[in-house]
């Protein structure tokens, strides 16, 4: 079955290390991007990507960094740079124009200690 | 830019109410979309409306695409207490990057047996 899948589900570093959490699918969309949720909170646009080898930043892109070397892939580093880098993080994919809508992963909950 | 604006924030309820919810916007939309994101999982598609004045039904949860094309409703008839979680309205951007989906503040809903 295709899908989009996300690992690990939950994710624990220390203050001050770079974590990379990975997104996965296999629909065959072109479109793919990555949202931070806070508890009770709705969904903040970090990055997306239209086509391989490019990449757009969200609304919230300061202190993350991607890369879309695979049409499959799009993997979404949390550096040492973001402030306040606990959060549930969702990947989602589409085809072009959304007009299907995004099909999500099961999401990374990260929590910095 | 266009934003989408949901009420109520949350709803508590009790086993077998109707729920009504609602999504607006100051900007028109070709398409709306509602999802609903269960507790620690990604957001899922429920219904997708494609038509001014169109009415589409997915078992207990019928949706409306408003004809001023500015807003979306979304029905649950009977609650049961699988229907927790947040729901969110979503539509595609209408400038720029038409890949975007802009998503609403959510909809808490807490069904209490």
């Known amino acids: 079955d295709g899908g989009i899948t996300q690992s690990p589900k939950y994710l624990f570093r220390k203050e001050g290390q770079n974590v990379t959490l990975s997104c996965e699918q296999n629909?065959?969309?072109?479109?793919m991007y990555w949202y931070r949720q806070d508890p009770g909170q709705g969904l903040r646009l970090i990055y997306y990507?239209?086509?391989?080898?490019?990449?757009q930043k969200g609304d919230i892109a300061e202190g993350y960094s991607v890369s879309r070397e695979k049409k499959e892939s799009f993997p979404l580093t949390v550096t040492s740079a973001q402030k306040n880098p606990t959060a549930f993080y969702l990947c989602?994919?589409?085809?072009?124009?959304?007009?299907?809508?995004?099909?999500f992963g099961s999401g990374t909950r990260l929590t910095v200690v | 830019g266009q934003q989408l604006n949901q009420s109520p924030q949350s709803m508590f309820i009790q086993e077998g109410e109707d729920v009504s919810m609602n999504c607006t916007s100051s900007?028109?939309?070709?398409?709306w979309l509602w999802y609903k994101q269960d507790p620690g999982e990604g957001p899922v598609l429920l219904i997708a409306?494609?038509?001014?004045?169109e009415l589409t039904s997915n078992g207990r949860l019928t949706a409306q695409f408003g004809i001023t094309r500015k807003d979306s409703f979304l029905n649950i008839s009977a609650s049961i207490p699988s229907d927790v979680g947040i729901y969110f309205c979503?539509?595609?951007?209408?400038?720029?990057?038409?890949?975007?989906?802009?998503f609403g503040t959510g909809t808490l809903l807490a069904v209490q047996p």
């Open positions: 989602a994919s589409s085809i072009a124009g959304a007009l299907r809508g995004y099909t």
């Open positions: 629909l065959n969309h072109d479109a």
């Open positions: 990507s239209q086509i391989v080898n490019d990449f």
């Open positions: 900007s028109i939309f070709n398409t």
């Open positions: 409306l494609y038509k001014a004045g």
């Open positions: 979503a539509g595609p951007q209408m400038r720029g990057a038409t890949n975007k989906l802009i």
